[in-house]
């Protein structure tokens, strides 16, 4: 008899924690409070691979992004700044966002360096969890303007490199 009830009072836990545990669980899995301040790692935006990513989310709706990264290529390396304000429909949570910022990039070896700086429009998607992890995803466009170069005394500037397709993605952590 005993074993019987304990059998039934098992089930039915099982039952109401099957049943209950895929909304439990989804409400907990989004972020439940604003955390103003985050750090993470971001690629993209046309400055590099290895970057990181600082985040100031100041009011409602919108977050200061400061993507800083270092970059390698044919010889140069560099590094690139990419500073941006990103609208978020939604001031909590997961939420679709459009950034426009601000890109410098500058590259060299021993005998050269150059540099060029731009804008950019980004619309992505960002996940907050609530364990304060971010994952942002985004893609738009950058309109690099002159590229400016200086090899010894000489110095050489291009015409602008025009518009260009750009993605992001990052990972955050919010404290």
Known sequence: MRARVLRSLCVTACAVILSTGPFALRAAAEEVDVEKVGVGYK??????????????RAVPHVTLDAQLAY????????????P???????????????????VYAALGNESTSGWATGFLANAGYE????????????????D??????????LQATTSPAGIRFNLEAGVRWFF
Do not use: C
């Open 127 to 142: 996940w907050r969890f609530a364990s304060h992890l971010g994952v942002l995803v985004g893609a738009g466009i950058d």
């Open 84 to 102: 941006m304000v990103q609208f978020e429909l939604k001031p909590l949570g997961h939420t679709p966002y459009l950034g426009i910022g601000f």
């Open 144 to 153: 690099l303007g002159s590229v400016h170069a200086r090899s010894g005394d």
């Open 43 to 56: 690629v993209g935006n046309g400055i590099g691979f290895v970057g990181g990513d600082l985040v100031w």
């Open 71 to 82: 970059g390698s290529s044919g010889g140069f390396t560099g590094y690139g700044v990419a």
